[in-house]
């Protein structure tokens, strides 16, 4: 008996000092001063207020829905547990932590079309893993999250964020620095110019792109035939089963995307037909505010930071549609049956220019493929370099152009129906 008190003894001691240590070389090597999801899992675990309705999924989630205006109109508390490239692995596990401490009446899950591909286990998305890990408080839900989110072999990178990063000694006395600031030590909202925390979770883009100025040089890939992945489905089926478990309300939702986005994913409505048909054995709500009509939702380009993340402003816009949706204050026929409808009968407009440069033996070949509900689109092509401007074509139905060798700086194409409105995006020739 003697002996074994003496290993238990000495096996405490060990894992103590070892934490201790791990501790240490965390504070020293982990930044996590810019780190939006410390700052969430704080505001989780310390408001005073029950947690009425949740909102969790990935980063369409977190910039999409501000729960400030939620709570204005629905008269509850909401709260944003989304996090960047958040799987549904996370998802479940957030889900499962908030419910620890708060009766939840409503959860709202977003089903972004390009996170349900995904599988649990694929290197690229760890980070999006560690911010989820790293702040919850240890319990047997943290523990059956590290368990199940990924192998063995990379459990090391979960119990030591330290081993995350690389040494320097510079890098430590400046992380050290900032951890010793007033704004780390209160969980002072971040700033970071082009985003920033709001509260409740939130996180809003502060720039937003200008109207008509889409563009890629490539298309986006199509829906495939199994858009949603064996992980994604078991993940989705553990939240339905969870929320009818514990009696609460379970709606699943798209946040919108830019039309441009849409247009150029080419077949959404075989997304849309993939979840109904998924979940339509559970009778669970399922609304995609893509398919909001115009008098809802103009969805313009000029509400999003990039083509498939609203900005703050275009979060604010549609967070108001979405609260008054599920408030009832709007008439229940906002949606159109499909996409292809809606970009259909839609006023005729340019939705972006895709671009695609191809070098040859003597300067490039600039082709040019309209996203567009019209016709007969018409080109102007011009290069901007040292301050002139140089017209390459004119308006005209042309899309390929060929572009002299010795010619360099800022492409700037021209895209309009009717003139009336133009589209226009640059691109750097190089």
């Known amino acids: 008996m003697q002996r074994k008190l003496i290993y238990l003894g000495r096996t405490t001691a060990f894992v103590l000092i070892f934490c201790i240590i791990a501790h240490a070389l965390n504070y020293i090597l982990a930044d996590d001063s810019n780190s939006y999801t410390r700052l969430s899992f704080h505001e989780l675990y310390n408001g005073s207020e029950n947690i009425d309705a949740l909102f969790i999924g990935a980063s369409l989630c977190n910039r999409g829905v ?18 960047a490239s958040q799987y549904y692995d996370g998802t479940y596990t957030m889900l ?6 708060n009766t939840l009446s409503t959860v709202f899950i977003e089903l972004s079309h390009s996170v349900v591909p995904r599988s649990r286990d694929v290197e690229k998305w760890m980070t999006s893993k560690y911010i ?12 059956q999250f590290l368990l199940n989110t990924t192998d063995c072999e990379n459990w090391i990178h979960f119990l030591f964020p330290a081993r995350r990063e690389e040494f320097s000694i510079r890098k430590c006395i400046d992380i050290v620095k900032k951890k010793q600031t007033d704004a780390y ?68 939702f798209c946040a919108p995307i830019s039309n441009y986005r849409l247009a150029s994913t080419g077949n959404y409505d075989a997304y849309i037909e993939q979840v109904r048909e ?34 703050g402003v275009g979060a604010d816009i549609f967070t108001e549609v979405f609260a008054r949706f599920f408030a009832g204050e709007l008439e229940t026929d906002i949606f159109y049956d499909s996409c292809e409808e809606k970009l259909r009968r839609m006023d005729k407009r340019i939705f972006g220019v895709n671009y695609l440069i191809t070098r040859q033996e003597e300067g490039a070949l600039l082709t040019l493929t309209p996203l567009t509900n019209g016709e007969h689109v018409k080109y102007k092509v011009s290069i901007v370099w040292e301050g002139e401007e140089t017209v390459l074509q004119e308006y005209s139905q042309n899309n390929v152009i060929n572009i002299q060798e010795g010619i360099f700086g800022t492409l700037v194409i021209e895209a309009t129906l009717d003139f009336e409105k133009i589209n226009r995006k640059e691109v750097l020739l190089e």
Request: net charge negative; glycine share 4%.
């Open 66 to 83: 501000n729960p400030y205006i939620v709570d204005d109109i629905l008269h509850m508390n909401t709260f944003n547990a989304g996090s």
């Open 96 to 101: 499962v932590e908030a419910a620890k401490t």
């Open 132 to 143: 989820i890990y790293d702040y919850m408080k240890p319990s047997l839900n943290k523990a």
């Open 185 to 252: 030590k209160n969980y002072t909202p971040i700033d970071n110019e082009s985003e920033y925390y709001v509260g409740k979770g939130y996180v809003a883009y502060a720039q937003s792109v200008e109207e008509g100025s889409f563009g890629e040089r490539s298309f986006y890939e199509p829906i495939a035939e199994k858009q949603m992945s064996d992980d994604t489905i078991k993940y989705l089926k553990k939240i339905i089963d969870f929320c009818a478990r514990e009696n609460i309300r379970l709606v699943f």
């Open 278 to 311: 998924f979940l339509r054995p559970y009778g669970t709500e399922f609304y995609d505010f893509n398919l909001c009509k115009e008098t809802v939702f103009p969805n313009l380009d000029s509400y999003y930071f990039n083509d498939n993340h609203l900005s």
